[in-house]
């Protein structure tokens, strides 16, 4: 009963500490970072983190990434056009490798530097989206240009992702190997999405016949849950299956109505468990220690972004006004990279205090971001 | 890794057989039952999982209980002391009776005691599977669940400490009766004004599903504190329910937490229940196991259809009502679990109550099923 209990602290604080973020104009999920620091050992101390609380949260990450399985587009996709792709890769590219060189420079190991620079590629818009509103300033071809490479970044963010952690668990790959890894990846992508599809769209329609309560959103679980197993077997990270899954039931006509109820599923239990559990892992007493190099990555991931993706929209032929403050727009960083030093947690390459590092990094960004967009978007 | 797949598989188990046993017109949570069978044989279940199948029948509680009617529940107060009173009383007697033969006079006092308290998840799913729920027969049972489950603890403490001490704490007894009693009041009374107030100070939070966090959160502390006060927790989850039931969050709740509950949860707890059941217990089961089994049911249904009858209903709703209380489980496992650590019973006893426990809940959905046809 006791892990119930802590189930239930952990909820209060997310809708709490992420309502006190809301009320700040700030993203509800800083909150929940930020609620489960207090909790966490480093200060109040008051939650253990149980067995049954950590599967919960990675059942969360298995949920979000595929809910952006499902949000993807591939028509949407089509449609973006080439600067968004431009300043995607820009924005994935420039900062991929000043994280990584860096990182090696300030001493950390190979893979540990390659995570710490893939950690920096995958933006979330939804703050800038918010803030761009509110000035009546999304609907200029600087934020339709952010929001069309968002969609681009978030599908380059899973593919350094998956691309990683299959380095990873073959341990030694040197820079050669890269093309066969990737094929390799590329060749699983291809297969499950022939074999895949046939077989979701037969589930889905069984499920539509069985006459039982949410059997459809019972059996959509089911398919993510055996989507990211059987990825693990191809030593591909199980949250890749699950967004490659949410991408083949986005093909269905039922996805619509999964979709509402994954997102019902997830944000009332399995998400904030999920970022209040990255709060209560952050080890605040490590940042006391490793602090410059963690205010230095911060800095990175601002300056890669801007540089990145402001030379991507000049190549686009942006003005360098323009540039810039799509560059700004593109800074923020929440999920996916929450979601990437996670599974490094996980996969054992970083430890309790490296990652940290990336936490401070999205907190800080999230913090500097709405102040840095207010100021380019207001120089005319 | 394992443990998300083995999830996966319970749903997925968990739907087909449903459905299956559906289509040849039994009981859907019979089919769940035997699907974790048949898992069992296979696989074992673990404490994160047992900890998942716990949320679900904490669900399934809350949302019989936002189905509920309060009005028809304060109603139904009679009959339902009436039904818990002489089902515990039979099947306390019975109970003794039958083991008297078999084992000596205290373990007897044992046996009869442990036969007492009704678990009501497995009928309360098969009465919404029918639609029955929301009948006088189905609110009667629920609160029937309520005081047999007061009443049961009781008998048992009792018996527990007469067993250990020889004599009987009247102490504990009178504090045990003041709590519960307050903490239903408190519900019935308090609960639906402080349930509006607060979630309509939670439904200004502007995040994805506060309020049916909320509701989680509200169903686990109530769970907890029942359990504090040695009640089952699933009975604070009823109470929960209750209570937001008579809100105007009500259907919101309602339809997310039956999204939570039905997609995952509360299959999940279904399947994990046969997960359990040991077949080989059901194979070898000596005499003394068949007969006490068969008298943990006759005592229930006559015993509480007695009492049903007695506070007005007819024969068939009786019976009804009987029936529906047969199932035990839950608490008689986590009572006996307590005893056995203290030395109280042997291994002997809860191999025989696990016997009775198990057949009881695969022979109730039927059972309840037929008696509803006619």
Redesign the interface.
Known sequence: MDVFLELALILIVAKLFGYIATKVKMPGALGQLIGGMLIGPSILNIVSYSEGIHLISEMGVVLLLFLAGLETDVEEFKRVGVPAFLIALGGVVVPFMMGYYISEWFGYGRTEALFLGGILTATSVGLTANILMEMKRLRTKEGTAILASAVVDDVLGIIVLTTLIAMHRKGHVYVEDLGTLIGEIAVFFVVSWLVGRPIVKEVLLLSERIDLPETLTAFALALTLIFAYIAEQFRIAGITGAYLAGVLIAQTDEAKRISDRIIAISYSLFVPVFLVGIGIKTDIEVLLHAGAFAILYSIIAIIGKVLGCGAGALIAKFKPKEALRVGVGMIPRMEVALIMANVALTEGVFDKGLFSIPVTMVILTTFITPPLLKWVFSRD | ?E???M???M??M???L??VF?KIGQP?VLGQILGGLIIGVFAESN??IR??S??GVLLLLFLAGIESDLQEFRRVGTPSIFVAGIGVLFSFILGFLVAYPFVEFHEALLYGAIMTPTSVSITVRVLMELRRLRTREGTTILAAAVVDDVLGILVLTMIISLLREGSVDYKTIVEIIVEVSGFLAIFIYLGPVFAEKAFKR?S???????T???A??FL??F??MA?HLNLA?ILGAYMVGLTIGQTSYKKQVED?V???????FI?LFFVEVGMRIELSYILHASLFAVLYTAMAIVSKVVGCGFGAYLSGFDLKASLRIGVGMIPRLGVELAMLTIALSSGVIGPDALTIAIFMVFVTTILTPPLLKWVYKR
């Open positions: 890794m443990t998300l797949i999830l996966a598989l749903l997925a968990a739907k087909l449903g459905w559906e859907v404490e994160i900890e998942f716990n949320l939670i200004r939070i502007d995040l994805p599903e506060s049916t966090a909320f989680v959160v686990i502390l769970a907890y359990e927790s997310h039956s999204v939570l509950g039905y997609s995952l299959p």
